[in-house]
Structure formats: C-alpha cells, structure tokens
C-alpha cells in the first residue's frame, strides 16, 4: 500500500524525505522490522523508540514515524504529534478495517474479565461459532495461541490479529479492554458493538492516580458504541450493583441499549437478574428473571462473584442473538478460567487453591467463596507488586487478616521495588486492626511451601495474587516461577 493513502488517515506535523513509497509491513519493534516497512518510534518506559530507528532501517525500514526528528535519518521521517494515535489510524487503513467485519465485545472493569471472556468463548463453542479472544492470559484464534505480554495488546497487533480472524472467517471476538489501553489509544478507532462493565475498585491507582480518573477510562469503551459506522444495534452490558455502574447506566451520553444485570433489582427495561441464590461447595443456584426470560440455573462455578459474571455472559449471548434457553442449557458445562479459583490436584485431606485475585475486593470476593466450602481453617498467602498502587497494600492485608485464619505475606512481582519495602506497606495494614494473626516470609516460595505443611484436615490454602501468571518480575528481569507448578510440586513430596 501506498505511504501517501496512509498518510491520509493522519494529522502529519512534517514531512521529511520522499512519500511516494510501497509499504509492505508495520512494526513498532525493531527486531521484527523487514524490507519495505514502516517503524513507529514508540516511547517506552525505559527506553525511546527513536533508539533503535537506525537499527529498524538497516533490518529494511523505509519510514520512520516519531514524535521528534531523527537526525540524519536514511530514510523518510514523518512527524507526528501521537505516534500511539498515528499507529492505530495506519494500521486500520493498512488491515483494511477488519474490526467491521466482527462483532466485536469488550469487557473492562476491575474484576472478571478473564472469567467472563473464558466462560463466552466456552458457551459459543458448545454451538460450534468460532470466536477470537484477546485478554490477561493470551490471545486465542484460529488455532493460534499467544501468550498475552499485556492484557489489551497494542493497537498494530490488534488490528493484525483482527485481520487475520477475519481470513479465518471468524465472526466474533471478545477482548478484555483494560484501562490503560483506553488511556494510552490502543483500542481508538475500533468499533464495537458489545461493551461490558463489571466493575470498579481500587487498583492501577499509581497510573490514573484517583478513581475518578480510573471511572473516566473506563467510560471511553462506552462512549464509543456512539460511533456506529456499522449501523447496526449496540449493547452495554452493566453491572447495576456496583456504583459506578449505575452511573453508567445513567449517562445519556452512550448511545446504545443499555442492559443490566444485578442481585438485586430490576434496573433498565433490558436486564437479568439473579434470585434466590444458593451458594455451595459444589456449585452456584439462582433463579434468572430477565427481559429475555425466566430460567433456573445451575452451574459449577463457587462464589457469588461468579454469579454476576455469569449474569454478564448470559447478557452477552442473548445480546448476540442467540436463544436464552439455549444458553442456559450450556451454563452447566462451562468453562472458567485457568488461575481463578483452581484447585491444585493431590491426594491430600486438605485443598490448595490458586486464585488471580490482586486487589482487595477480588480477594475477598475469593475468601468469601471459599468460606462456603466450610474449611476447618483458610490460610492466605498473598503479596503486592512492585511499582503499582501502593495504597492498595495495607487494604488487602486487612481484608486477608479478617477472613483468613492465618496469612503469610510474601513477594509478588516486586519489579524495581524492595519486596522487604512492600511487605512492610501490607504488614501497615494488619498492625492498624491489630491484627496477629500473619508472619512475613519473603521469598513466595518458602511461603507456599510453610503455608502448605501448615495445612491440616479440611483446611483450604489459598495462593491469591499471581493465578495463571508463571512468572516473577525481579527488577527488570522475568523468571520462571509459577504458583500452581510450586504448589503441586510441595505437595507431592510431602
């Protein structure tokens, strides 16, 4: 494709060299730079793009995109404001659109996304419909499996993704749209059609700095059902028990049918609701009045956090046409998502289990359904991550030292951070409630292993923080390490 057609998608600052060029490929990263690409000079954390501009031109860069001049660049150099805006308006016109050609579902919230898209990709797949999935734990499609380095991927990547669903004849996809994807202008520009909120508290703080500002991000998804370029109908899908979902679902600036599903009440003219709920060891009962239908359900999920994100994957299905009575029938066969609520296989007389949850109101969603099993004693382990919300630490140590009978705080992903420093943050929060019943181990290793021999009869282990993740960020280096491999390992040699 011609330079000049793509330029036309974009505010250009300057020029410099010649435009009148075949672009045969896009990359942001210069080692996968090729003859005849384009090179956006993206801003990093650590590092500027404009670093490796030379490096990408020697690999076959015939642009360079960047927010400032290259100096004695060999190639053309244009000048943007937003390298990040510029690589989405280049890579839709380059992918040719292919966002209008899938129903495209979003879900953002704090909570519940990974469960939410593992359980819709589950329940359409009981109908044989393809679907894409872009999330936490890794983008899935067309028999293609890619580890997720970030929950929303860049906006290049996306629309390749999307492009290469759309040649697979995939007709949806479902994504986990997190804040700092909406923020930063990787999803801008994509036209959804589904937009899902589950909800909000504290986390990511010490990127969006209040909560105000967290709830401005999240609203971005939904503000953008009002550009319906498919003109077809729109949905958003809110969660009316959290707060800032009712606000949502107030805001007469988004331009869709909106849908609710609560617990509680009955709260636009599209809803679900769950009543009589039931809550077991061995699964979840509720009965679902809805503008769709009624209907009794039963599923194997625990814990009423799963209640509501089955309500949202019901609002999903019906939304996308398919009956109710259908997508009750599979709810019972459903799928969740690895590293939520999952039990670590032994033949021990106690259960240990690995559990995603990294903010306080996700652990103690956990530690509530947890304490429906009816263990004898739950014993936590859990730490906080480096260089992320500091005021979320001594939170979830006092929600761990109030439901758990005994916590071990450990390391997480200290990254940059002394994990001694953090631990003394959570530690803050237990000593404010004058709470005992904790011991600091360090190293998350030694913790599961102390935390695991602890354990007696009927007893549950809970290792909240990490879940699917298989890895540690110690500076700025990843190890291997993976909780459910440590866990099963402890008790299979004890």
């Given at each position: 494709?011609?330079?000049?057609?793509?330029?036309?998608?974009?505010?250009?600052k300057?020029?410099?060299?010649?435009?009148?060029?075949?672009?045969?490929?896009?990359?942001?990263?210069?080692?996968?730079?090729?003859?005849d690409?384009?090179?956006?000079?993206?801003?990093?954390?650590?590092t500027?793009?404009?670093?490796?501009?030379?490096?990408?031109?020697?690999?076959?860069?015939v642009?360079?995109?960047s927010?400032?001049?290259?100096?004695d660049?060999?190639?053309?150099?244009?000048?943007?404001?937003?390298?990040?805006?510029?690589?989405?308006?280049?890579?839709?016109?380059?992918?040719?659109?292919?966002?209008?050609k899938?129903?495209?579902?979003?879900?953002t919230?704090?909570?519940?996304?990974?469960?939410?898209?593992?359980?819709?990709?589950?329940?359409?797949?009981?109908?044989?419909?393809d679907?894409?999935?872009?999330?936490?734990?890794?983008?899935?499609?067309?028999?293609?499996?890619?580890?997720?380095?970030?929950?929303?991927?860049?906006?290049?990547?996306?629309?390749?993704?999307?492009?290469?669903?759309?040649?697979?004849?995939?007709?949806?996809?479902?994504?986990?749209?997190?804040?700092?994807?909406?923020?930063?202008?990787?999803?801008?520009?994509?036209?959804?059609?589904?937009?899902?909120?589950?909800?909000?508290?504290?986390?990511?703080?010490?990127?969006?700095?209040?909560?105000?500002?967290?709830?401005?991000?999240?609203?971005?998804?939904?503000?953008?059902l009002?550009?319906?370029?498919?003109?077809?109908?729109?949905?958003?899908?809110?969660?009316?028990?959290?707060?800032?979902?009712?606000?949502?679902?107030?805001?007469?600036?988004?331009?869709?049918?909106?849908?609710?599903?609560?617990?509680?009440?009955?709260?636009?003219?599209?809803?679900?609701?769950?009543?009589?709920?039931?809550?077991?060891?061995?699964?979840?009962?509720?009965?679902?009045?809805?503008?769709?239908?009624?209907?009794?359900?039963?599923?194997?999920?625990?814990?009423?956090?799963?209640?509501?994100?089955?309500?949202?994957?019901?609002?999903?299905?019906?939304?996308?046409?398919?009956?109710?009575?259908?997508?009750?029938?599979?709810?019972?066969?459903?799928?969740?998502?690895?590293?939520?609520?999952?039990?670590?296989?032994?033949?021990?007389?106690?259960?240990?289990?690995?559990?995603?949850?990294?903010?306080?109101?996700?652990?103690?969603?956990?530690?509530?359904?947890?304490?429906?099993?009816?263990?004898?004693?739950?014993?936590?382990?859990?730490?906080?991550?480096?260089?992320?919300?500091?005021?979320?630490?001594?939170?979830?140590?006092k929600?761990?030292?109030?439901?758990?009978?005994?916590?071990?705080?450990?390391?997480?992903?200290?990254r940059?951070?002394?994990?001694?420093?953090?631990?003394?943050?959570?530690?803050?929060?237990?000593?404010?409630?004058?709470?005992?019943?904790?011991?600091?181990?360090?190293?998350?290793?030694?913790?599961?292993?102390?935390?695991?021999?602890?354990?007696?009869?009927?007893?549950?282990?809970?290792?909240?923080?990490?879940?699917?993740?298989?890895?540690q960020?110690?500076?700025?280096?990843?190890?291997?390490?993976?909780?459910?491999?440590?866990?099963?390992?402890?008790?299979?040699?004890?």
């Amino acid at each position: 494709m011609n330079l000049n057609i793509l330029l036309n998608t974009i505010k250009v600052k300057k020029i410099i060299g010649n435009t009148d060029i075949d672009i045969k490929g896009l990359s942001y990263d210069s080692r996968t730079v090729s003859s005849d690409y384009i090179f956006f000079a993206l801003n990093g954390t650590h590092t500027n793009g404009i670093e490796f501009a030379n490096q990408a031109i020697s690999k076959g860069a015939v642009c360079v995109i960047s927010d400032t001049e290259i100096k004695d660049c060999k190639c053309t150099n244009i000048l943007v404001d937003n390298v990040l805006e510029a690589m989405s308006k280049i890579s839709a016109k380059f992918y040719d659109y292919p966002d209008k050609k899938l129903t495209v579902i979003g879900v953002t919230g704090t909570n519940g996304k990974t469960s939410i898209t593992y359980m819709t990709e589950s329940i359409l797949k009981a109908f044989n419909i393809d679907i894409g999935v872009i999330g936490t734990i890794s983008y899935r499609y067309a028999d293609i499996v890619i580890d997720a380095p970030n929950t929303t991927p860049q906006s290049l990547d996306l629309y390749k993704m999307m492009a290469e669903m759309v040649d697979a004849k995939i007709k949806y996809l479902i994504m986990e749209v997190s804040s700092h994807s909406l923020v930063l202008g990787r999803v801008a520009g994509i036209e959804f059609d589904i937009a899902v909120f589950t909800n909000l508290t504290q986390d990511h703080l010490d990127f969006h700095k209040d909560m105000n500002n967290y709830f401005n991000a999240k609203k971005m998804l939904f503000y953008s059902l009002s550009t319906n370029l498919k003109n077809n109908k729109k949905f958003a899908i809110i969660n009316t028990d959290d707060i800032y979902g009712k606000k949502l679902l107030e805001d007469t600036n988004i331009k869709a049918d909106k849908v609710s599903y609560s617990t509680s009440s009955k709260n636009s003219s599209l809803f679900c609701l769950a009543k009589d709920i039931l809550l077991k060891s061995d699964g979840s009962y509720f009965n679902l009045e809805s503008s769709f239908g009624n209907a009794q359900v039963n599923v194997k999920q625990i814990g009423l956090h799963n209640i509501y994100n089955i309500l949202a994957v019901i609002c999903i299905c019906v939304s996308i046409g398919i009956e109710l009575t259908q997508v009750i029938d599979n709810l019972k066969n459903m799928l969740g998502a690895p590293g939520r609520l999952e039990r670590i296989k032994s033949n021990k007389d106690f259960s240990v289990i690995v559990d995603y949850a990294h903010t306080d109101d996700a652990l103690k969603n956990v530690l509530s359904a947890i304490k429906n099993l009816k263990p004898t004693k739950i014993i936590t382990v859990f730490g906080c991550g480096g260089n992320r919300d500091k005021t979320k630490r001594p939170k979830m140590a006092k929600v761990a030292c109030n439901m758990s009978d005994f916590v071990f705080i450990t390391s997480d992903n200290p990254r940059e951070e002394n994990p001694v420093e953090i631990t003394k943050d959570i530690e803050a929060g237990a000593k404010e409630i004058n709470k005992k019943n904790y011991k600091v181990v360090i190293d998350r290793k030694e913790a599961i292993r102390e935390a695991i021999l602890s354990a007696n009869k009927n007893d549950v282990v809970l290792i909240a923080g990490k879940g699917h993740e298989n890895y540690q960020i110690i500076g700025r280096t990843k190890i291997h390490f993976d909780d459910r491999e440590t866990a099963f390992e402890i008790l299979n040699k004890n």
